[in-house]
C-alpha cells in the first residue's frame, strides 16, 4: 500500500517532466518546419517564375509555359500570403508566444493555401499534389499524435475537395480545362495519404518508450547485461 502510495507522486512527476520535454519539442519543431515550409515556398515560386517567364542558359533550357497573367499573379498573392504565414509563426517564436493551437493554425493554413493553388492549377492532375505528404510530414515534426491525425484528414479533404471541383466546379473567367483523374488514381492517393498518417503516428508512438528505455539504461550500473 505505501508502495502505491509512493508511486503515484513519481508518476505525476514524471507525466509533468514528459509534459514539459515534449511542449519543448512542439517549440523547437515549429521552428524547423516554418523553415521547411519557407524554403518550399520559395522553391515552388522559383519554378513559377521559370514557367511563366522561361530560362535559357546556354546548356540548360527550360521553355516558356502557356500560363495567364491572371493565374501567375493569383499564385503570386497566394505565396505571399504563404509567406506571411511564415513571417507570423517566426514572430510568434522569437516572442516566445507559443499557444498549442499554433500548429493547428499553421498547418491548417498550409492545407488551405495548398488547395487553392491547386485548383486554380490543374487540380489532381498537378504534380504539386505531392505536397499533401509534405504538410503530414512536417506535423509529425511537432512530435503532436493529433496533429498528424488532422494534418491527414485535412489532406484527404483537400483531395477529396480537388476532385468535386475537378468534375463540378470552375472559376468565372477561367477557361475551362479537364482537370478529373481515373478512379484508381484517386484510390491510390487517398490509400497513400492514409499510410503515410499511420506510420508516422507510430513513430510518434514509439517516441516515449524509446525515452523511457533509455533513461532506464542510462540508470544501470556499469558493467550491467547489455
Known sequence: MATDLAKEPQQGVAQRQWFVVSRWEEFEGEGRAN????????????????????????????????????????????????????????????????????KYISTGCDLLLLTTILALADGPKSPLVVAYFVVIVLASLRFSLRLIWCATAGAMAGYLFLLGFARWGSIPGWEPRDMTVPPYQQAIFFLALVLTGVILGQVIRRVPHVAKAYAERTREPRGGQP
Open 35 to 102: 523553415l521547411l515550409r519557407l524554403i518550399g515556398i520559395t522553391v515552388f515560386y522559383l519554378i513559377e517564375l521559370i514557367n511563366y517567364h522561361g530560362l535559357n542558359l546556354g546548356f540548360f533550357e527550360f521553355p516558356k509555359l502557356e500560363i495567364s497573367l491572371a493565374f501567375h499573379l493569383a499564385v503570386t498573392m497566394l505565396t505571399i500570403g504563404w509567406a506571411m504565414l511564415c513571417l507570423a509563426v517566426l514572430y510568434c517564436r522569437k516572442q516566445r508566444i507559443f499557444p498549442f493551437w499554433l
